[in-house]
Every structure is written in C-alpha cells, then in structure tokens.
C-alpha cells in the first residue's frame, strides 16, 4: 500500500492570521485611526509600499501624522473638508479625499482614501475611522500630462488659420475653436451644444444649391464612419446671410470598444479662392467669346467672299441674256429673244434660291410649306449641286414617293449642301448615290423623343475619305469643319432646315471608305394640287389692288405686273399711306379687292403693324403679305397675324396672278 502523506489543515479563513496575511499583501494603505487620540491605531504594510515608512514609525507620529505628511497646501482643506465631516457621518457613507503625502524619500505621493465610521461611542459619536488609502500618483501625473496636452491643442488650435469643431456621438457640439466662431458666424458660446442638424446651419453646395442635412460633413461621418478629405462648400451665416466658403476635412474618433465617440471637422476659408477662381473663369469665357468672334468674323468673311462670287456669276447670267435679247430685238428675231428671256428666268430662281439659303441661315427661317412630290427636287438638287464636277450622281427614287409638307426652296438647299460635302470629300472623282424611299417608322430616336408614323427617307452615300469618329458629333456645329476653304455653314444649315421640317438627320461614316448622310422627312396626309397653268395677259380688269412697298423700282416693276394681268392698281410706299388710301376707298364704297402689303419698311409703319389696323376698318379685307424675309414667322403663318395668304419676294408674274386667282373673285 502506497503510505498516505499527511499536510497540516488550513488555517480557518475566520481566524485573525488568516486574515493579517491577506491584509498585508494588499498594496493599498489600510488604516484605523481614532479620532478622540488623533492617532493611527493600526496599519497594514501597504503604508510601507506606499510611503516607505514602516508601520511603527507611522505609530510614533502620533497625533502630528497629518501635519507631518500632509502637503501643506492639502491639509487645510482636508481638515475643512473631511475631518469636519466625521461627526455627521452615517455608518452606510464613505468620505473620499484626494491629497498629496510626502514619501520617506522626500517625494509627494498622490493618494485617495476612502473613509468610514468603523465604531462608535456609547453616545453615538463617532470613535475610530477605518480607511482604504490608494496610491494615484501615476494616475494623477497622467491626467496632469493630458490637460497640458490639450491645453497645449488648444493654443495650437487656435493659432491655427482653420476652424475646429468637435462633435459628441449624439452630434452635440463640445468644442469649438475662435476661428469657428468667426467663419460660422456665431459666437462660441452660441455654437456649444447645438446639434449638426440645428436650423442654425446652412451649408450650400459648390452649384450654390442647398446642402441637405444628409450631406452635412458630421452627417456624413457618423452615417459611413469614414473621414472626408478637402470637401468644398459654403456657409451661409445666420446674423449677417453673407456666405463664406469654406475646405472641409472630417474624421471620426473611436472609443476602445469600437465605437465611434466624437468627429472632429476642421474648415479653411478659401472664398478668397474661389473668387479669383470665379473671376478667371469670367475672364476665361471673355476671352473664349471673342475668339469665337473672331472665328466666326473670319469665317463670315470667307462666307462673303463665297456669296459675292456666286452672285457675280448669277447677275452675269441674267445681264448677258438681257443682252442677247436686246441683240435679238435689234435684228428682228422675237422668238429668240423671248427664249433668251426665258432662260433668265432659271438663273433668276438660282438667284432668288441662293438668297432664301442665306436667310435660312441668317436665322433659321421658318419653313413656307406646300405639299409637293420631292422626287423631281431630289434629283435636279442633285444635277445642280454636281454639275461641272468629276463626280457622277445616281438618284434611286421609289415609284409613288410619298409627298411632304415642306419648303422647296429649302428641302433643295439640303440635297444640296449634303451632296457638295460628299463631292469635295472625293477630289479624285466618284460616284453619289442618293436613294428616296417610303418608310414606316415605328418609335426611331429623333431629336426631340421618339418618331412613329410615315416619313420619306433620303440616304445620300460617297464613297470619300469618311469622317473621324472624333468629328461625328461635330459636324453638324456652326463652323465646324476640317477642310482648308470650309466656311463650316453647309451642314448647320442641313440641320437647322431639317428640325425646323420636324424631321432628323443620322450619319455613318467610315474613314478610308465614304459616307452616308440619310435625312428624314414627315411624309404628309395632304394631296398634291395640280399648278394651274399661267392665265394668258389680259386687259380686262378683274379688281383692284392696293399695293404698299417702300421701294419705289420693286413697286413700279410690281405695279406693271399687275396691271398687265388686268388689275387696276394703287400704290403706297409706307404703311400711313397705305391706310389712308385704304380707308378713303373704303368710305366711297369702292373697297380694294386685295390689299398687298411689304412686311418690312425702313423707319415706317411696315406691313403687321398696317394690317392689324386695316381689319379694324374692315375685318373681311382680303390682305397678303409680301417679304424677302423668308424667315419671318409671320411668312411661316400668316393667317395667325390677320393675312390671308404671303408671297414671296421677288417674284415672278406666274407666282403673283395665281395666288390673285385664289382669293379675287
């Protein structure tokens, strides 16, 4: 059998060695003192740990214990504070006092004890005090460390050229520095306190528009738990509603079990940057405005330059058939004269075309719609545009096209620029082709939303050099272009006529390889009307007319014109004459037949303002209205500004007698 070995029983847990051995591995001071003997009646060790005195010597001071240890600037107030207090103490209270001690070695200790009633007198009052007195020397250092540290910060905070804001977790503000005060506007006894969502603030976005509370940089910190770096925005301030603008960098701050416990904002005020960055950038658009100006002034030069051309070509033609027929006159041959004179009428419209192209341009007239059938427009825009050129043109029409509402004069100028572009990207010669078919469009991105419904569709395709994919979204720019000679007016002009006829452009293009540009046109639900044939001249008289232009050799050409197609005729060089010639006739009972008036008349009454007083003479007077100036709304609607119908000037004899059949009787 393995011999039992036998240990001593444990000393009782209730038995007072027990008990001094626990006391004395304390490392706090526990003491009994009795007050009527002003004595330390009983220490542990600890007061040897904490002070290096040992227990006796602590008992041989006596009643000079705390005069003796006790730092002088202390001990008043522990004996005002504490000592005062012992009479009154309950058995269930604890007096706690902090004062510094001096050590053995001459140091001053910190020390917080914690006193209670340990017994009492018969009487009642209180006899001995037991204490726990705990060392915080190295507590207290480090508290005095941090409080110069952030006095330190404070200082430094305050020397800085930024605000500080500190945020508590509930975002009530519980620091704020003076520069804070100054660029919020509000003094730092306002802003302590108040919460990232007080009405206080207002915090506008760099667009200048209002920053919702969401976005406030202390929202946004706790909200993501990520800091913010050099974030732009204003203050409006509350007093004054001036606004300051400021850099902002936010960053939250953690407790050690995770949590977020403040945000700390810092503000720099750069207003006076962002003025200067203002001002630049007003200074910037100054000077891109008038370089702009100069580009356009040069390119309108070259523009001039262009137009003077073709109109010296086009006024050389109509002077030398007006030559030939006074050749042919002069030597007795009538027919060919009148063929002469014929063939000047082909280089009149070209004239009168190239003037509408220069309106539409100017400012985007508005079109003057008929419904025609374009197909025969396609291909003489096509020959024309071509003629003279190494570049041939095939036109692909589908039979029974369907017709457009649309101004002819127009629609020709857009065959016509597009397919010049397509000539003068193959210097070499080629071939265009330009395809028109019937096509059912159903939801197609057109400019302004999706398209449904019937339109006719213009595919003009080169075989050229192709555009850059770069360029594609610029082509269609006023003054854009990549060629040397380029004005950059042709396709603006192309786009501007097209959206004005409610249709679309779309463009493909492939560098090395050509071309297409396919135009869209809203097909109409009109018929086409047959042109009446010129009526033969006659003398008979079929009405009267009062005719107001305000000049004298277009009013003397025009009055001959009608008067050879048996109209007896009045004529006004201003919109006062013509009212007053207007109402004499009205009240003799001989009302003009058609009144015919020139929309524009050089510091004179013109033709809108001369009609609107005319109807309230007479409401049912028959008026039209006559202008170069194609673009004019008015033109575009005449009805809509009490005409009846409008006449494009100059025109011709055939124009003018057929709109007078429409509405004389």
Same mark, same amino acid.
């Given at each position: 059998?393995?011999?039992?070995?036998?240990?001593p029983?444990?000393?009782?847990?209730?038995?007072?060695?027990?008990?001094?051995?626990?006391v004395?591995?304390?490392?706090?001071?526990?003491?009994?003192?009795?007050?009527?003997?002003?004595?330390?009646?009983?220490?542990?060790?600890?007061v040897q740990?904490?002070l290096?005195?040992t227990?006796?010597?602590?008992?041989?001071?006596?009643?000079?214990l705390?005069?003796?240890?006790m730092?002088p600037?202390?001990?008043?107030?522990?004996?005002?504070?504490t000592?005062?207090?012992?009479?009154?103490?309950?058995?269930?209270?604890?007096?706690?006092?902090?004062?510094?001690?001096?050590?053995?070695?001459?140091?001053?200790?910190?020390?917080?004890?914690?006193?209670?009633?340990?017994?009492?007198?018969?009487?009642?009052?209180?006899?001995?005090?037991?204490?726990v007195?705990?060392?915080?020397?190295? &507590?207290? *250092?480090?508290?005095?460390?941090?409080?110069?540290? %952030?006095?330190? !910060?404070?200082?430094?905070v $305050?020397? /800085?050229?930024?605000?500080?804001?500190?945020?508590a977790?509930?975002?009530?503000?519980?620091?704020?520095?003076?520069k804070?005060?100054?660029l919020?506007g509000?003094?730092?006894?306002?802003?302590?306190?108040?919460?990232?969502i007080?009405?206080?603030?207002?915090?506008?976005?760099?667009?200048?528009?209002?920053?919702?509370?969401?976005?406030?940089?202390v929202?946004r910190?706790?909200?993501?738990?990520?800091?913010?770096?050099?974030?732009?925005c204003g203050?409006?301030?509350?007093?004054?509603?001036?606004?300051v603008?400021?850099?902002?960098n936010?960053?939250?701050?953690?407790?050690?079990?995770?949590?977020?416990?403040?945000?700390?904002? &810092?503000? *720099?005020?750069?207003?006076?940057?962002?003025e200067? %960055?203002?001002? !630049?950038?007003t200074?910037? $658009?100054? /000077?891109?405005?008038?370089?702009?100006?100069?580009?356009?002034?040069?390119?309108?030069?070259?523009?001039?330059?262009?137009i003077?051309?073709?109109?010296?070509?086009l006024?050389?033609?109509?002077?030398?058939?007006?030559?030939c027929?006074?050749?042919c006159?002069?030597?007795?041959?009538?027919?060919?004269?009148?063929?002469?004179?014929?063939?000047?009428?082909d280089?009149?419209e070209?004239?009168?075309?190239?003037?509408?192209q220069?309106?539409?341009?100017a400012?985007?007239?508005?079109?003057?719609?008929?419904t025609i059938?374009?197909?025969?427009?396609?291909e003489?825009?096509?020959?024309?545009?071509?003629?003279?050129?190494?570049v041939?043109?095939?036109?692909?029409?589908?039979?029974?096209?369907?017709?457009?509402?649309?101004?002819?004069?127009?629609?020709?100028?857009?065959?016509?620029?597009?397919?010049?572009?397509?000539?003068?990207?193959?210097?070499?010669?080629?071939?265009?082709?330009?395809?028109?078919?019937?096509?059912?469009?159903?939801?197609?991105?057109?400019?302004?939303?999706?398209r449904?419904?019937?339109?006719?569709?213009?595919?003009?395709q080169?075989?050229?050099?192709?555009?850059?994919?770069?360029?594609?979204?610029?082509?269609?720019?006023?003054?854009?272009?990549?060629?040397?000679?380029?004005?950059?007016?042709?396709?603006a002009?192309?786009?501007?006529?097209?959206?004005?006829?409610?249709g679309?452009?779309?463009?493909?293009?492939?560098?090395?390889?050509?071309?297409?540009?396919?135009?869209?046109?809203?097909?109409?639900h009109?018929?086409?009307?047959?042109?009446?044939?010129?009526p033969?001249?006659?003398?008979?008289?079929?009405?009267?007319?009062?005719?107001?232009?305000?000049?004298?050799?277009?009013?003397?050409?025009e009055?001959?014109?009608?008067?050879?197609?048996?109209?007896?005729?009045?004529?006004?060089?201003?919109?006062?004459?013509?009212?007053?010639?207007?109402?004499?006739?009205?009240?003799?009972?001989?009302?003009?037949?058609?009144?015919?008036?020139d929309?524009?008349?050089?510091?004179?009454?013109?033709?809108?303002?001369?009609?609107?007083?005319i109807?309230?003479?007479?409401?049912?007077?028959?008026?039209?209205?006559?202008?170069?100036?194609?673009?004019?709304?008015?033109?575009?609607d005449p009805?809509?500004?009490g005409?009846?119908?409008?006449?494009t000037?100059p025109?011709?004899?055939?124009?003018?007698?057929?709109?007078?059949?429409k509405?004389?009787s």
């Amino acid at each position: 059998m393995t011999q039992q070995q036998n240990f001593p029983p444990p000393p009782s847990t209730h038995s007072a060695e027990f008990l001094e051995q626990i006391v004395s591995l304390s490392p706090d001071i526990l003491y009994i003192y009795d007050i009527c003997d002003q004595k330390n009646i009983y220490s542990n060790n600890g007061v040897q740990k904490v002070l290096g005195y040992t227990i006796s010597e602590i008992t041989e001071m006596g009643a000079g214990l705390l005069s003796s240890l006790m730092h002088p600037d202390d001990f008043q107030t522990y004996l005002e504070q504490t000592v005062s207090r012992y009479n009154t103490l309950k058995d269930d209270e604890e007096l706690t006092t902090r004062y510094r001690m001096r050590h053995r070695n001459g140091s001053w200790r910190w020390l917080e004890s914690v006193e209670s009633i340990y017994c009492r007198e018969p009487s009642g009052v209180p006899r001995q005090i037991f204490g726990v007195i705990h060392d915080i020397t190295d &507590t207290k *250092i480090a508290e005095e460390a941090h409080q110069k540290s %952030e006095q330190s !910060l404070k200082r430094l905070v $305050e020397h /800085l050229n930024a605000g500080v804001v500190i945020h508590a977790a509930d975002t009530n503000i519980i620091f704020a520095s003076e520069k804070a005060s100054e660029l919020l506007g509000l003094s730092v006894d306002q802003i302590m306190g108040k919460a990232a969502i007080d009405p206080a603030w207002c915090f506008i976005r760099e667009d200048e528009t209002r920053m919702p509370v969401e976005e406030y940089p202390v929202a946004r910190v706790f909200a993501t738990l990520q800091p913010i770096k050099n974030m732009i925005c204003g203050i409006v301030r509350p007093a004054t509603q001036d606004r300051v603008w400021v850099i902002v960098n936010a960053f939250p701050e953690f407790d050690p079990d995770g949590q977020v416990s403040r945000a700390v904002i &810092t503000f *720099i005020d750069i207003s006076d940057r962002i003025e200067a %960055e203002l001002a !630049l950038a007003t200074e910037k $658009e100054k /000077l891109d405005e008038a370089r702009q100006k100069a580009q356009k002034l040069e390119s309108l030069g070259v523009l001039a330059g262009g137009i003077a051309h073709d109109f010296n070509n086009l006024l050389g033609g109509i002077l030398g058939c007006v030559e030939c027929a006074i050749d042919c006159i002069t030597d007795n041959q009538p027919q060919q004269a009148l063929d002469v004179l014929h063939t000047s009428f082909d280089v009149f419209e070209r004239t009168k075309g190239l003037t509408m192209q220069l309106l539409t341009f100017a400012k985007g007239g508005a079109p003057i719609r008929k419904t025609i059938d374009i197909s025969d427009l396609i291909e003489q825009s096509t020959r024309f545009a071509l003629s003279g050129s190494n570049v041939e043109g095939k036109c692909i029409i589908q039979k029974n096209l369907w017709p457009c509402d649309c101004d002819e004069n127009q629609i020709g100028q857009v065959i016509d620029n597009i397919v010049i572009n397509g000539q003068q990207a193959m210097p070499l010669g080629g071939k265009i082709s330009v395809i028109a078919t019937n096509e059912q469009v159903n939801n197609a991105a057109g400019p302004s939303g999706n398209r449904n419904g019937p339109f006719v569709k213009i595919e003009i395709q080169d075989h050229g050099i192709g555009i850059e994919k770069n360029h594609l979204s610029k082509i269609f720019d006023p003054f854009f272009t990549t060629k040397s000679l380029g004005q950059g007016l042709g396709l603006a002009t192309v786009y501007s006529i097209v959206n004005r006829h409610d249709g679309w452009l779309e463009i493909d293009s492939t560098p090395g390889s050509g071309t297409t540009v396919t135009v869209f046109l809203p097909a109409s639900h009109s018929t086409i009307t047959s042109p009446q044939s010129a009526p033969a001249p006659t003398r008979e008289t079929k009405g009267t007319v009062l005719i107001m232009d305000d000049d004298q050799m277009l009013l003397n050409i025009e009055r001959s014109l009608l008067e050879h197609l048996g109209y007896q005729v009045t004529c006004a060089q201003n919109g006062q004459s013509a009212l007053t010639q207007f109402l004499a006739a009205h009240n003799n009972g001989t009302p003009f037949s058609v009144t015919i008036l020139d929309l524009t008349v050089p510091n004179g009454m013109g033709g809108a303002e001369t009609v609107a007083q005319i109807k309230g003479i007479d409401p049912d007077a028959l008026v039209i209205v006559a202008s170069g100036y194609a673009n004019d709304p008015i033109m575009a609607d005449p009805g809509k500004y009490g005409f009846c119908d409008c006449i494009t000037k100059p025109f011709r004899k055939e124009e003018i007698a057929e709109l007078l059949k429409k509405h004389v009787s």
